[in-house]
T-cell receptor, first 111, second 112 residues
Framework: ETGVTQTPRHLVMGMTNKKSLKCEQHLGHNAMYWYKQSAKKPLELMFVYNFKEQTENNSVPSRFSPECPNSSHLFLHLHTLQPEDSALYLC??????????FGPGTRLTVT | GQQLNQSPQSMFIQEGEDVSMNCTSSSIFNTWLWYKQDPGEGPVLLIALYKAGELTSNGRLTAQFGITRKDSFLNISASIPSDVGIYFCAAQSNFGNEKLTFGTGTRLTIIP
């Protein structure tokens, strides 16, 4: 299944580093999402983009900065993260804003 | 806020057994979705439900949209080893809020 791809699949970064996560969807969808998945917690929606415009920012700290240059690509820029930011970061896309299709995720570890 | 209570949290079954899990809420939803997540991967959409009372199958999986719009059920018949994983329900209210609300998941383990 290559509908939604994410890179890198694994990332280890120090608290002073700057890194970016990339997501690409090949499904022709117009909405893209970033989620955070931590152990024993429900999926947490972070950002929503619809037709490249941000329509949702779920009170996410400014050390996470999203970018959506077009409907097929979504980035999450990371800087000065904290150890509690370690999690699986999932990208998803949808056409109807209902049936969301997820990528494989980026496992992030902040040391 | 809206919350989905998914149960059971975990299940240990033998291969060949049938599985039932459910998702309930105090809020009304207009769309219910069921996903499965394998270790190290993202959730994969299994079944989508759009109408109260709707019963939909996908192979050995059957899901129902509760008539009250506050719950949904997922059944797996004749489980096989590849059914192992975490199953999530998700729901959307469509009342000017297009976000999906997710349950906390049911972890399915098959005992050899």
């Amino acid at each position: 299944e290559t509908g939604v791809t994410q890179t890198p699949r694994h990332l280890v970064m120090g608290m002073t580093n700057k890194k970016s996560l990339k997501c690409e969807q090949h499904l022709g969808h117009n909405a893209m999402y970033w989620y955070k998945q931590s152990a024993k917690k429900p999926l947490e929606l972070m950002f929503v983009y619809n037709f490249k415009e941000q329509t949702e920012n779920n009170s996410v700290p400014s050390r996470f900065s999203p970018e959506c240059p077009n409907s097929s690509h979504l980035f999450l820029h990371l800087h000065t993260l904290q150890p509690e930011d370690s999690a699986l970061y999932l990208c998803a896309s949808s056409q109807t804003l209902s049936e969301q299709y997820f990528g494989p995720g980026t496992r992030l570890t902040v040391t | 806020g809206q919350q989905l209570n998914q149960s059971p949290q975990s299940m240990f079954i033998q291969e060949g057994e049938d599985v039932s899990m459910n998702c309930t809420s105090s809020s009304i939803f207009n769309t219910w979705l069921w996903y499965k997540q394998d270790p190290g991967e993202g959730p994969v959409l299994l079944i989508a439900l759009y109408k109260a009372g709707e019963l939909t199958s996908n192979g050995r999986l059957t899901a129902q949209f509760g008539i009250t719009r506050k719950d949904s059920f997922l059944n797996i018949s004749a489980s096989i080893p590849s059914d192992v994983g975490i199953y999530f329900c998700a729901a959307q209210s469509n009342f000017g809020n297009e976000k999906l609300t997710f349950g906390t998941g049911t972890r399915l383990t098959i005992i050899p």
